[in-house]
């Protein structure tokens, strides 16, 4: 079965950082692409990240860096100057368009 978990969500005030995880289960990072993706206040899903299974990333948010552990079957989301527009639940998912994806975790930037 299937299953995404995301954690490391919270509080954080503008400027300041964040590391997301996402633990899979039932499938392996090492031969799927997997992506970050996000919901803001009154809006869509909107991609964020991508990684490919070789690892290459690509990213719409140049203060994110996506990684993966291959070996912890984890995939990471690293934000950095974190700005009050970057305010969303952050869902790491198995397509582009965030279809299938975990239950999320909450970024809040405020000061």
């Known amino acids: 079965q299937v299953q995404l978990v995301e954690s490391g969500g919270g509080l954080v005030q503008p400027g300041g950082s964040l590391r997301l995880s996402c633990a899979a289960s039932g499938f392996t990072l090492s031969t799927n692409w997997m992506y970050w993706v996000r919901q803001g206040p009154g809006k869509g899903l909107e991609w964020v990240a991508s990684i490919s299974p070789a690892g290459y990333s690509d990213t719409y948010v140049d203060r994110f860096t996506i990684s993966k552990d291959n070996a912890q079957n984890t995939l990471y989301l690293q934000m950095t100057s974190l700005k009050t527009e970057d305010t969303a639940r952050y869902y790491c998912?198995?397509?582009?368009?965030?279809?299938?994806r975990g239950p999320g975790t909450q970024v809040t930037v405020s000061s």
């Open positions: 998912a198995r397509d582009h368009y965030g279809t299938d």
